[in-house]
């Protein structure tokens, strides 16, 4: 995983990631803000490389990615190990912005997940998360495989 010595270097790294998936994934219509925050680790509902939120209706959404993970956290957060499915940058922000491209769907999914017992909410949201990290990890495969550079 790559470690950023600046949040310039971070910020930068992640707007260009925003740009190529942005029309990858077709979502030129929608207006996509990246912000830096810093977090702990364990916040009320889980741990966050980053988060997104977003407005259907409007087309527009931030995703924030947390600073502290991608400057620091290895050493002092043994992270990796509770999360070794997803460990690049450009994974983590293709795998917010499926968030987005699937929002419709999404919304409606969790509609049907307020419905179920506790355990089964908690189970299926982590398979949800689980999904999209493989499918961010495969999509950045093939980029990278198309490029000849992975």
Same mark, same amino acid.
């Given at each position: %995983? =790559?470690? !950023?010595?600046?949040?310039?270097?971070?910020?930068?790294?992640a707007?260009?990631h925003?740009? !190529?998936?942005?029309?990858?994934?077709?979502?030129?219509?929608?207006?996509?803000? @990246?912000?830096? !925050?810093?977090?702990? +680790?364990?916040?009320?509902?889980?741990? !966050? #490389?980053?988060?997104? #939120?977003?407005?259907?209706?409007?087309?527009?959404?931030v995703?924030?990615?947390?600073?502290?993970f991608?400057?620091?956290?290895?050493?002092?957060?043994? @992270? %990796?190990? =509770?999360?070794?499915?997803? $460990?690049? @940058?450009?994974?983590? *922000?293709?795998?917010? %912005?499926?968030?987005?491209?699937?929002?419709?769907?999404? $919304?409606?999914?969790?509609?049907?997940?307020?419905?179920?017992?506790? $355990?089964?909410?908690?189970?299926?949201? +982590?398979?949800?998360?689980? #999904?999209?990290? *493989?499918?961010?990890?495969? @999509?950045?495969?093939?980029?990278?495989?198309?490029?000849? $550079?992975?």
């Open positions: %995983m =790559a470690k !950023y010595e600046t949040t310039e270097s971070l910020i930068d790294e707007r260009e925003l740009a !190529y998936w942005q029309k990858a994934l077709r979502l030129q219509e929608w207006t996509i803000h @990246l912000e830096l !925050y810093n977090a702990t +680790f364990k916040e009320e509902d889980g741990v !966050y #490389f980053a988060r997104t #939120f977003r407005s259907n209706q409007e087309r527009d959404a995703i924030r990615v947390n600073q502290l991608w400057m620091d956290a290895l050493e002092k957060h043994d @992270l %990796m190990q =509770a999360r070794p499915d997803l $460990s690049t @940058l450009e994974e983590t *922000v293709v795998h917010e %912005m499926l968030h987005i491209r699937i929002g419709d769907w999404e $919304s409606a999914w969790e509609h049907v997940i307020k419905n179920a017992d506790s $355990s089964d909410r908690a189970d299926h949201s +982590f398979e949800h998360e689980q #999904f999209l990290n *493989v499918m961010a990890r495969i @999509l950045v495969g093939l980029r990278h495989k198309q490029e000849g $550079s992975g």
